[in-house]
């Protein structure tokens, strides 16, 4: 597709469409808070619960990329 391989296309979907689907979860959550008129605490506990989950499997990308590296 347009020159270029599966895996390049793949790899660029994981990583930048990941990144940007991430990042428009954590604008819904902010979103949640502000129509729920949550304040800040509020606000705190919705992106410590929702957002774990994201900060989890971003985590999990980083330990596996190092890991990797030092085979």
Same mark, same amino acid.
């Given at each position: 597709?347009?020159?270029?391989?599966?895996?390049?296309?793949?790899?660029?979907?994981?990583?930048?469409?990941?990144?940007? @689907?991430? !990042?428009?979860?954590? @604008?819904? %959550? !902010?979103? /949640?808070?502000?129509?729920?008129?949550?304040?800040?605490? =509020?606000?705190?506990?919705? /992106?410590? =619960?929702? $957002? /774990? =989950? !994201?900060? $989890?499997?971003?985590?999990? =990308?980083? %330990?596996?990329?190092? !890991?990797? $590296? %030092?085979?």
């Amino acid at each position: 597709m347009f020159g270029y391989s599966e895996e390049q296309f793949a790899w660029f979907g994981m990583t930048f469409g990941l990144g940007a @689907f991430m !990042l428009y979860m954590v @604008f819904i %959550i !902010l979103n /949640l808070a502000r129509e729920s008129k949550a304040g800040r605490f =509020g606000t705190f506990v919705l /992106l410590l =619960g929702l $957002g /774990l =989950g !994201l900060v $989890g499997f971003a985590a999990k =990308g980083v %330990i596996k990329f190092f !890991l990797s $590296g %030092i085979e």
